[in-house]
């Protein structure tokens, strides 16, 4: 069984469409993260949550704004995405807000960009 | 930053040989280190991990090992099986939590 609960499953937008993807974990995890996936290539983190803080930003762009409303919850607001940002985002989370902690992936969001 | 090689990137063996995967990491600050396996359109499945603290662990038919003074470490499959079939990531981590992945092997074992 999947642990980390990602929705939607896949996502077709347009570029000027608003969206967001939505993570969810109920292990008591105090970290969460997004990567992005392409195809044929390893998991690219972008965004770190630290104990519901911001505590890493991999310089990705403003059109994607991630927010953790509490421990558990965690979402990737989308806005005016280009074509080449299509891919599988990956929600993770872990034990600890540090490092060294085993991080479990969600099934991912599949989102295409037309 | 942390920079991750990994290698070979396609792995062809005959069910039941072992199969071995090579990595090395340029941080010196790096103290966690996890294997990843993902099938084909399934999330990353951590299968072992080990800290700077230890050379060998091993878990079944996995081991990895690790040198940290060449800055190195791998991961060893015994008595592979078709179900071993998957991309295969070695990723590593500091104490910022910010993982860094390999770019990944591709294992096919042959029935």
């Known amino acids: 069984d999947t642990e980390v609960t990602q929705t939607p499953k896949h996502l077709v937008m347009g570029m000027t469409n608003k969206k967001s993807l939505k993570c969810e974990q109920h292990?008591?995890?105090?970290?969460m993260y997004w990567y992005k996936q392409k195809a044929k290539k390893p998991p690219e983190l972008m965004f770190v949550?630290?104990?519901?803080?911001?505590?890493i930003n991999e310089s990705v762009p403003s059109r994607f704004s991630p927010e953790c409303p509490n421990s558990s919850l965690l979402n990737l607001h989308l806005h005016a995405l280009q074509p080449e940002d299509s891919a599988l985002y990956l929600c993770?989370?872990?034990?600890?807000?540090?490092?060294?902690?085993?991080?479990?992936f969600g099934d991912g969001t599949r989102l295409s960009i037309l | 930053g942390e920079n991750v090689e990994q290698h070979p990137s396609t792995l062809s063996v005959q069910e039941g040989d072992s199969a071995v995967i090579k990595c090395t990491y340029s941080?010196?600050?790096?103290?966690?280190f996890p294997w990843y396996k993902q099938e084909l359109g399934k999330r990353p499945q951590l299968i072992i991990d080990?800290?700077?603290?230890?050379g060998e662990k091993k878990d079944q038919r996995i081991a990895v090992t690790l040198n940290k003074t060449a800055k190195h470490f791998s991961l060893h499959i015994t008595e592979t099986q078709p179900e071993d079939s998957a991309v295969y990531f070695c990723?590593?981590?500091?104490?910022?939590?910010?993982?860094?992945f390999g770019a990944g092997t591709r294992l096919t074992v042959k029935p």
């Open positions: 941080d010196s600050a790096s103290n966690y």
């Open positions: 080990i800290r700077s603290n230890v």
């Open positions: 292990m008591g995890h105090r970290a």
């Open positions: 949550y630290s104990y519901e803080k911001l505590s």
């Open positions: 990723a590593a981590s500091r104490s910022r939590n910010d993982m860094r």
């Open positions: 993770a989370s872990s034990q600890g807000g540090g490092g060294g902690w085993p991080q479990h």
